[in-house]
């Protein structure tokens, strides 16, 4: 892991997350365009309403949508309107409600995560039916929802068939479907699909639309498509502490990437450069891709005295201290250059280090 102490040192090009990135310029012109006047607060303004209007262009018009202003808060507000005290949410082992939210899901919604291991961070209709083995028995927490990240977070995408027949058990079993999609432009860019099919069209109820990896900054959504789902949305909105008064500066983020495609070459370049970097680097002696890569991250596992010295080219995150994997995250601004620099570090340090640093030296 780069240490934030030194992380809050370097500014220099990183492949530790997409939320390195800046803003895009378009999103922060928007930002711009929408600073004009006074408008009505809390979302009463008519940037917020051409931003829902282009979020249901994508979704649906029978959606609900409330603009928030992260993807912890997107995933409290959502869930929220699904859960009762006696309730838990399935989920993987390595989902961000589960490891990255600081207890949030538990204190917030006040229910238990039961989460599932699995190989590489996609749940499966059998883990879901095994998971609720417990059913209607009263000393066991009820499931309610189960919750799936696309793209998940050890970058992996479900296909549209696979979000279907998990929406299928799900919604069987008497159960809603969320979806964290922090990164789903990315997940939907990969898939060749819209982000409709790659989520609501397949069955989720409840979906966290993420707007900041893709270019924006403090802009996520929540995405209601269950019907009669919405009734407590801004309810559990402005409770969440997710409810911005100045609404319009998120609103115009989501316009900016949303109506005009802005948000699928965003991603797609972002999954272009993990594409270029898993081709560059997956022959190098030494190196084991992990994980397979089909959106924005290229996940390895590499000798462990080869990851301070790679850490020092390019900053990353090392996925797991004790086998060595590391995440390299691409974004929508990382450069051709940014990779090949990075790539030919890799060719370099890895192999020197796969041989335990012990190479015969002439003479
Ligand atoms: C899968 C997933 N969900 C949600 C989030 C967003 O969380 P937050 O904006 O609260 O940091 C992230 C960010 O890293 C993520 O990877």
């Given amino acids: 892991m780069v240490s934030r102490e030194e992380s809050a040192r370097r500014t220099d090009r990183a492949l530790a997350s997409d939320n390195y990135a800046g803003a895009h ?44 202003v992260n993807g912890t808060g997107a995933n409290m507000v959502g869930l929220q309107l699904l859960v009762r005290p006696w309730d838990c949410v399935i989920c993987a ?21 039961v989460d599932v291991t699995t190989p590489d961070g996609r749940l499966t209709p059998d883990d879901v039916r095994r998971a609720c083995s417990g059913r209607l028995d009263e000393h066991q927490v009820q499931p309610r929802v189960v919750s799936i990240a696309q793209a998940t977070e050890l970058g992996t995408v479900y296909t549209p068939e696979e979000v279907s027949a998990i929406a299928a058990t799900t919604h069987d079993l008497g159960l809603y479907l969320h979806m964290d999609g ?3 432009a990315n997940a939907a860019a990969s898939l060749g699909v819209g982000l409709a099919e790659a989520s609501t069209a397949c069955g989720v109820d409840v979906l966290s639309l993420g707007g900041t990896k893709n270019g924006a900054v403090l802009a996520e959504a ?21 409810l911005v008064s100045k609404m319009r500066f998120v609103s115009a983020q989501f316009q900016a990437l949303l109506a005009d ?56 995150y090392e996925w797991d201290s004790a086998t060595h994997e590391v995440r390299w995250m691409c974004s929508w601004d990382t450069t051709e250059e940014d990779i090949d ?23």
């Avoid at 009463?44 to 249901?56: I, L």
């Avoid at 209601?224 to 997710?242: H, I, N, S, T």
């Avoid at 060719?347 to 030296?361: D, F, M, N, Q």
Wanted: proline share 7%; with cysteine.
């Fill in 261 to 316: 495609g802005l948000w699928l070459r965003n991603a797609g370049h972002a999954n272009a450069m993990a594409a270029r970097l898993h081709d560059a680097v997956r022959d190098v002696p030494g190196l084991t891709v992990s994980r397979p890569r089909q959106a924005n991250a290229v996940f390895a596992r590499v000798p462990g005295d080869a990851v301070a010295p790679l850490q020092a080219v390019t900053p990353f």
């Fill in 222 to 242: 929540v995405v209601v498509a269950l019907p009669g789902g919405a009734e407590y949305l801004r309810f559990a909105r402005k409770q969440a502490m997710q």
């Fill in 25 to 68: 310029p378009e999103v922060l012109a928007a930002v711009a365009e929408a600073n004009t006047g006074h408008v009505g607060a809390y979302g009463a303004d008519p940037v917020t309403a051409e931003a829902v209007s282009t979020v249901r262009g994508h979704f649906g018009d029978g959606v609900e949508v409330a603009f928030v």
């Fill in 182 to 184: 922090a990164r789903l």
């Fill in 93 to 113: 082992d390595t989902a961000h409600i589960a490891v990255d939210e600081c207890g949030a899901p538990e204190r917030f919604l006040g229910v238990k995560l």
């Fill in 341 to 363: 620099t990075f790539a030919a570090a890799v060719r370099e340090i890895v192999p020197r280090h796969a041989r335990g640093g012990r190479a015969l030296s002439p003479g």
